[in-house]
């Protein structure tokens, strides 16, 4: 995908000048030019320090005018308010691309910002893009090139991206890399983000060949649809995973649905990252233990996991390991239990998982293992064992490292222990062969291998929009409900404003006996909770009764509400009730919400989320995770109902939703399911128009 | 609590024979002489093997009969077929505890049980109480002694004891526990458990006065009730945290109603941990990061936690951990803020999170810590940083250590990075401070806290056994659903059976009008399912069309069930509708459920379970747990009902299922919950008496 030539000079620039280069080992200054030039970076290394003198054998200039050819990039690590001047000074330089470590900004509070402002301003006017500014700059390991001002060591090269909000999260990230034995290809610290987000780096960081997987530490997005088409794109190439921080910001919204009430910041990250292909971690630990085996092993065809063990607890905690993240025991063909009992002692268990006893050696460990993922009903294999009583960890590691190799499946190792295993785990770690301690998180990296071949069709999958022309005029107006379901063809229940009891009973004889009857209120949103409606009214007498006793109800009830009358409406036929509501998110646009309906939406919680427009995929996703999609299909005594008219009315109202950002909420609550063929109709329906 | 003084001997013997020494070092029998020899056992060590010799300094006797004085323990490693004889030589020798370490047992099939049920005979004849066979044999690291085979080093002498059904697993432990930093002080393996099993060892585990903490890794549990009453006495004094793997055994069971389906045996064992106090880990990594803040941090009086950080990345990974666990950010008083105020730079974020900036000095973080600790909001605190720019992580540890050991509350430290942070680990891991990598894993630490603290109430809560006195003779026979509810005082709709339909109008009289018919058939378990139920009937004319309805559609859906003919039931006013049920455990007796009625049970799952006889704790939480209980308290325009009759019968039906496990299934479904306090009465009872 294409790289935004503004960016090319942040990983490959001819010429880097740091702007704040000290003598002081003390100050982060000196850090940043040391990790340049200890960087092994190829290109030409400038210093500038109004004080001039000379740095680590090189001149240190006074002025970034002063800097000769060939320059680039600008690493500007001085105080907050001198910054504006010296990246004028590089505009009129020709630097166009600046990192800017120095805190001080919007970070600090309003006069920070104030300073934010103006180097933004600055930048746009000189053309300039800026990284950061409050961030501790960014690496590449293999160009190499290293801008930041941590304490060396630096990461080790290798195939893990990482971008992140957060410098400390930056150092943790290279310290742990390296005890944990993988390399980063590049990282970048973004800080403030006066300019280049986290959006802005996914294709400059995926078009890097050494970069086979990209870790996302993120604590917001700035622009959610452009972040997901961006990450639609890479995720086709290399798989991207993401730690979302923050989700508990607190802090209640005025909401005037269900949906509204249910719906929020987390539930819309989940279904952006779904829909972009991203895979989400819940911590830091997982991102990187995930990471790997994305980085390290081929593609998975399934979740079908073939165990190899030399004792019993090690087989039994793999399998429930395995199990609870959903992925399977493989069942072994008969040629594969005949060819383990070829090699394996009489009491060994040859079936899944295999417990070759503790006298295993490390060629029973290796063949073993070549038998299994030789078996077309394994689609992948963990090894899993404490160091084997009679010989060494690192000895079964070197017999099994060239299985895996020559393997087209993914493999992962759980050698357990610590301290005896050091060997068995270099060794591991030498040949990229994804190993951890523990057999929970051995098996979360190969169900981050399944997720992310579903995350591939996620993200491949295109929306469903149903609606192709209109039915009226687009001049309706987004308040008037009943126009607007009716343009995007939702079947409503006709209802008609009645003002008196006379009105009620001729549109009761229009519509059809029997009927329903509820108040008409804007101000009222649960009305059956005002005792504002009355069902399955047959007859002129109990229509003129009903409509008399609903006004009184809602006006006890909600003494100050405008009552506007009563509404009639054609008495659905029964069955099942399901909610379907969308709501406008800030970052991704509109999101969608289907479950259970009827009054106790937020209790049962029966729900699931999707952003609008849906695909065929999400769709399906947000029906069979929850009972009330589930429950369509039939069950029991309960016949089928119309799943395909629910598809078709949650498709439409995504459509609707996605159309009108202005509409800030809209819920059908209960849209009436008729049995399979017949239909579905929206009986009540709840619409907020933004301020 | 007393110890069976049968089970002295394996902690504390005065002399120990090793039957099956040998010199061979690549046998097991030299493992496991060298280790005792090693261990600086300080009781006098005996070998045994029928070749005679010499071993480590020491003669080797050819028989047990020759061993002299003292010996009161035998760690066994020969052959299984030779087993028998050595033990009865024991008896003989008056020697009445012996480990058998050697496998070819139970666990390689029948031939092998056999053997095992040989020498459990020799050892009941003889009063010996064994440990294993096929296990790896026990330690005690400060008496000290050490009669495992496993390479050496063995562990470093501490504070947690672990008690294995994996030998295995006790390998992998012992090496974790080095490279973790922990120290062990007793450790069993207990193999096939012959004889004595994991309950027998809680009570001499836990009076070792260097145990702080019990961990158990726990395939199964022989005998759950003597469990649960051992453990419940053990926690008073020392927590137990216990994995309990093989949670997906699959094999469906035959059952008669929805508690059947849906309570199983991970259910059973998660109440019954509740019950008995135990902590419940999900991973053996999390038992062992828990066992630490459960051994070395004074308990915890709450769920409020203060953070203290040197960055916002951190800081925010902190909060979303803790609240993601269930514990709380405190809310600093002003005293603290402003004392926090007076240390930290102006930029600093004095409140919670404290992030004092990435300058913050050891001092600070020190001074810190000691002035939110000094806050009466605050319960626990959590120290998360990675190496501060411009000193060492050691530094900030050397720092902390001396506040956080003169802290009356908890404090948890996260060091984030791996290489650059071994010198701070190491005075932590010193200072027994439990420290972790990540904040994910720190956060659990301090919920496992708080856990145990509500644990504690929940072992030392008393059954709630409403029913002192049964109504009628206890010789009614267990089938007849009515009587046996009757006596336990839990309210019934009457039901009569009529054999036609001037019976059922007649029956209609005197229950009172209108009735509710049901086809009465012992194998027509979903009545509603096959149109044998019909409500509100409020003539005689609808009874009698609804008679032969009834009859015509059940026997037209279940031509083969024996129908004995119609219920007629009085009508119960309309409420809420749950479901009360129970099941007996295999392991644990009667295990109690409770949720949402009707025929959906299993698809909404809103569902909780506890094991009877209940506490009012149990009860609560189970109430508390499920949408159906927190609805009982009135929701919107659903009026509270009578929650008070919904717990007496929950302890009525509890008691019931104690009482008789006979009784394999009972189910009340639904129990109709009026308005507060006109009581529940149960619609609707299936009952399944063991074959």
Redesign the interface.
Known sequence: MPVDPSLIPFFNPHGVVIIGASHDP?K?GY?LANNLIRSNYQGVVHFVNIKGGELLGQPIYTNVLEVPNPVDLAAVLIPAPFIADALRQCGQRGIQAAIIGSGGFR???AEGAKLEEEILEVAQQYRIRLIGPNCIGLLDTHLPIDTT???P?GPTPGDVAFI??????C??VI??A???GYGLSRLVSLGNQADVNETDMLAPIADDPYTRVLAL?L?GIKDGRRFIEQARQVVREKPIIALK????EGGQRAVASHTGALAGQESAYDAAFRRAGVLRA????EMFDQARALAWCPPTEGRRVAVIT?????G??A???L??LGLELAEFSGATNAALAGILPP?ASLHNPVDML?SATPDQFAESLRIVLDDPGVDNAMII???P??FTAGAVAKAIIPVIHSAVKPVVVAV??????QEAVEHLRAARIPEY?????AAAALAALVKRGELLEYAQAEPVTPVQTLKVSETFRVSDVDSILDAYGIPTAKMELAQSADEAVNFANQVGMPVVLKVASPEIS?K????GVLLNLGDEAAIRTGYKEILESARSASPRAEIQGVHVQRMIPSGQEVIIGAVQDPQFGAQMMFGSGG??VE????IAFGLAPLTMLEAERMLEST?AG??LKG????PPADRDAVLDVLFRLAQLAADHPEIAEIEINPLRVLPKSQGAVAVDVRIQVAN
Do not use: C
């Open positions: 003390s982060l850090g970070e600090i509070g001002f941590l304490p060591p992140s909000h957060s410098g400390a999260i150092a943790a310290d742990w390296r005890g944990q530490y604590e921080v923050g989700r508990f819940e911590t830091s630990e030399n004792a019993g607890g090690p039994v905690t399998a429930d390991a199990e609870s009491a503790a064992f404490p160091t009583p009679m357990m222990g610590e301290r005896l295993i301690r523990f057999a929970e998180r649960h059956s909770d005002v005792g009054t106790e209790g049962l919680k029966d009972w589930r429950k069950f029991r005594n309960l």
